[in-house]
């Protein structure tokens, strides 16, 4: 399995931006589907935005389309997660995600491989 290593989580003010990054390491990064998910307090883990394995393609949840841009450096065996106009909803811990099934899924069971996390915290 890949493993990955997420960071740039921290503490805003509603209106702001964050940039969160995911770095891989052992495994074929080009080979993987990524995905970000996030958990709130009390609440299931969700899908947040996923890109394909090339980057050509991405899906994003509604409640984060057109606020949030997931990319990828196949270079880098990296994936960001460029968050804007933020809200205290968004208020969460963020995981990156890696999985090898089809594009165009946001099930959490077809990524196998999970980062440890990111608080992400939104003030009003």
């Known amino acids: 399995q890949v493993q990955l290593v997420g960071s740039g989580g921290g503490l805003v003010q509603a209106g702001g931006s964050l940039r969160l990054s995911c770095a891989a390491s052992?495994?074929?990064?080009?080979?993987?589907?990524m995905g970000w998910f996030r958990q709130a307090p009390g609440k299931e883990r969700e899908f947040v935005a996923a890109?394909?394995?090339?980057?050509?393609?991405?899906m994003y949840a509604a409640s984060v389309k057109g606020r949030f841009t997931i990319s990828r450096d196949n270079a880098k065996n990296t994936v960001y997660l460029q968050m804007n106009s933020l809200k205290p909803e968004d208020t969460a811990v963020y995981y990156c995600?890696?999985?090898?099934?089809?594009?165009?899924?946001?099930?959490?069971?077809?990524?196998?491989?999970w980062g440890q996390g990111t608080q992400v915290t939104v003030s009003s």
């Open positions: 995600a890696a999985g090898t099934t089809g594009w165009g899924t946001s099930r959490e069971a077809d990524f196998g491989s």
């Open positions: 052992g495994r074929t990064f080009s080979n993987y589907v």
């Open positions: 890109i394909s394995r090339g980057g050509g393609s991405t």
